[in-house]
């Protein structure tokens, strides 16, 4: 179960949300409404949706092939004298052979979980809390790591949205949303290759991701 680590902003910051790759995107964005179906009409045309379990494999296929060898890397567990070195050599091994593949280059999208927490008068916003998203494949468990996500993460809502979410926050109800997270691949530490701590001897893969862009959403 992930933590959620609450995340506030001090004033309203606009901001051209597709910047450079390296720099920070924007945490103040509005909180979007929409039905599931639309997510990839308020995103990057050239994006790559990777929010269910086949897009997500499909992607890893175009990087690295096949799945890992899990059970022969696992061996007898995390006490096992060769573990850590058999699960190194999977990474520098699959580092090695997925240089200068076409897909290390494209622009993809990804979902954490959020909840929205305390709301900022002068902002007219609400705070974003997040959390992972695990997602399980015949590859292992993928699990999406942002880098350069901002510091300060701010949904803003339409004012008679507003309204009945501050309703429902003093009454104690959780607002979750999602937060969907579009960058690239960061070339030198594009995927990690890891054992899960939620299940004992599952795989766990990681993409790691430089974000230019965060959306936050209400999907129907």
């Given at each position: ?6 995340l ?73 004298p ?61 699990r ?77």
């Amino acid at each position: 179960m992930w933590k959620l680590a609450v995340l506030a902003i001090i004033g309203f910051v606009a901001a051209d949300p597709l910047v450079l790759f390296g720099q920070e995107a924007s945490g103040t964005r509005p909180l979007l409404v929409l039905g599931r179906d639309k997510l990839q009409s308020v995103l990057p045309s050239d994006t790559h949706l990777l929010v269910e379990a086949g897009a997500i494999e499909r992607f890893l296929e175009q990087l690295d092939g096949t799945p890992p060898d899990w059970a022969t890397v696992y061996g007898q567990g995390h006490h096992d004298p060769g573990h850590d070195d058999r699960l190194f050599s999977l990474n520098r091994e699959r580092d090695a052979g997925r240089e200068g593949k076409t897909a290390l280059r494209w622009k993809v999208t990804f979902l954490w979980s959020g909840e929205l927490s305390r709301y900022d008068q002068k902002a007219s916003g609400f705070s974003v809390a997040v959390g992972p998203k695990f997602y399980r494949t015949r590859w292992g468990f993928v699990r999406f790591k942002p880098e350069n996500l901002p510091g300060n993460l701010m949904a803003i809502p339409n004012p008679r949205l507003r309204e009945s979410l501050r309703r429902k926050l003093e009454q104690g109800e959780r607002i979750e949303i999602e937060v969907a997270m579009t960058g690239r691949l960061i070339p030198e530490e594009s995927l990690v290759y890891d054992f899960s701590h939620e299940e004992e001897g599952r795989g766990l893969v990681m993409p790691v991701v430089q974000i230019e862009r965060v959306e936050y959403l209400m999907l129907r």
